[in-house]
């Protein structure tokens, strides 16, 4: 799976959108970005992805540079309970199941300021 | 209904000591995995289970066994607990769709 780049923490006032970036540009034609969050003492949770282009559903917008060597995933209305690490990751295309799992790298820390 | 399911929340024990934490999915999904997670936050696969099948198994010591009853169970058996062990335990299966991840088992050795 191809490496992402994050960064570390990032502040967003509350009710404004909150903008996460991501640098992969090592990503292979067949590698979709993934966004998934950790909130505290709690499992990760799955986002929202997309393979080129761009992706919106209840949670989250997902928009992926044309040449797909970043992405942004933006939450139009961050509340507090956004306040998580939010983890980017590229891997390949799904295929029914399989047993790979997911590469978690540092993902950002992103505080919602009230 | 929780998808993924994990008992017990929390565990503190004594070093040298045998524990389990057991894993059920009601998702109907064939992989289910144990990841672990540090203090300093990193989120690791240990192992990966298809269809009661082993088949990712990290760099981890072989005091940790993993089984699979069936494949909407995966339990993670640990021997000889160290110091080192402390740390949360994530279950997590998938299918055609996505991860689901289980709210983990703090583990602390103390």
């Known amino acids: 799976d191809a490496k992402t780049t994050q960064p570390t923490s990032m502040d967003c006032a509350e009710g404004r959108a909150a903008n996460l970036p991501c640098n992969h540009s090592?990503?292979?034609?067949?590698?979709?970005v993934y966004w998934y969050r950790q909130i505290h003492s709690q499992g990760p949770q799955y986002i929202i992805h997309?393979?080129?282009n761009n992706e919106t559903n209840e949670m989250a917008s997902l928009i992926i540079t044309e040449d797909r060597k970043s992405s942004t995933l933006i939450l139009p209305h961050a509340t507090l309970r956004d306040t998580a690490v939010y983890y980017c990751?590229?891997?390949?295309?799904?295929?029914?199941?399989?047993?790979?799992?997911?590469?978690f790298g540092k993902g950002t820390h992103l505080i919602i300021q009230p | 209904d929780t998808a993924v399911s994990q008992t017990p929340k929390y565990l503190v024990t004594q070093m040298g000591n045998d524990k389990s934490i057991k894993c059920e999915q009601n998702?109907?999904?064939?992989?289910m995995y144990w990841y672990k997670q540090d203090s300093k936050k990193f989120l690791k696969i240990m192992f990966s289970?298809?269809?009661?099948?082993?088949?990712i198994n990290e760099t981890v010591p072989n005091r940790f066994s993993p089984k699979s009853p069936d494949k909407a169970h995966l339990n993670l058996h640990i021997n000889s607990l160290e110091l080192g062990d402390s740390a949360v335990y994530f279950c997590?299966?998938?299918?055609?769709?996505?991860?689901?991840f289980g709210s983990g088992t703090r583990l602390t050795v103390v």
């Open positions: 997590a299966s998938s299918g055609v769709g996505d991860y689901t």
């Open positions: 090592t990503i292979s034609g067949n590698e979709y």
């Open positions: 997309g393979l080129k």
């Open positions: 990751i590229v891997r390949v295309a799904w295929s029914g199941g399989g047993a790979d799992g997911l590469t």
């Open positions: 998702l109907g999904h064939d992989t």
């Open positions: 289970y298809n269809n009661k099948e082993l088949i």
